[in-house]
């Protein structure tokens, strides 16, 4: 038995973990009004690999007190009672004979961060979401902008995903990006301070994060096309492509936390989600440059 963190911050990432291996975890929480009963043990495998023999499973920790829930093969929510916020304790055990979560990582990419496959996440969409294709096509039965998260959390290392348009009609203006679990889910994704996106119609695209709209940037999407998002929180940055060609600069800096692939459209579009993919090229080729 292990203690890994003890503290005020609401999310703790556990390095050093090992491929192939059962851990478990739990929390309790303190202040001066006592000290909380431990949570339920949640448990998690991570994946076969013999390419690295570490890694990192983050764990966010929200204060308000709800049943223990999976969130994500690598990001699980243990909620605490709202009467013991403060610090937090955090402890991990190894285990080989429990029902395990399978972690999703699988391989590493050129940057030698470990590569996730995740699908997106019927549980925290908005209930007018439509999901096929076992949860990696989705489009919406309302006209207006619904929001849908991805299964995996990321809070640290290099990752890229994309989105390709199988319908789309009627010009409308689908956003792509990432966020945080309690995003709104019945607004366009960038509405609120808990999302950063850009959002695109057939000829032109913009970034947005609480309202704020910037960096209008020509070329848009049509049937056929496919939105690249890549998430460095090495650097902190978020920036997105259009047909594999960077669609304008870097989105978004200085972030930090834990984020979620997320995407809001309406009845008038369908996208499918393809993950474990490289970084694509001209990221990779701007990181070389000196």
Known sequence: LQEVYVGKETMCTVDGLH?????????????????????????LQTSEDTQSEEQTLPFPVPLE?????????????LNLQPSFPGRSYFELRSSAH???????????????EPIAWFSFDPSSAHADIIFSNDNLTVTCNSYDDRVVLGKTGFSKGLHYWELSIDRYDNHPDPAFGVARIDVLKDAMLGKDDKAWAMYV???RSWFM??????NRTEGGITKGATVGVLLDLTRRTLTFSINEDQQGPVAFENLEGLFFPAVSLNRNV?????TGLPVPEFYTSRSAMP
């Open 65 to 77: 007190r709800s049943q223990l829930r999976r969130m994500s093969p690598f990001s699980s929510t």
């Open 19 to 43: 491929f192939n291996s059962t851990y478990s975890a739990r929390i309790k929480a303190f202040n001066k009004s006592g000290v909380s009963p431990y949570s339920k043990t949640l448990v």
């Open 209 to 214: 994060h609480n309202n704020s709209h910037t």
């Open 201 to 203: 119609d057939n000829n």
């Open 98 to 112: 429990q029902l395990s979560l399978h972690s999703s990582l699988q391989s590493l990419n050129s940057a030698g």
């Open 270 to 274: 369908q996208v499918t989600l393809h």
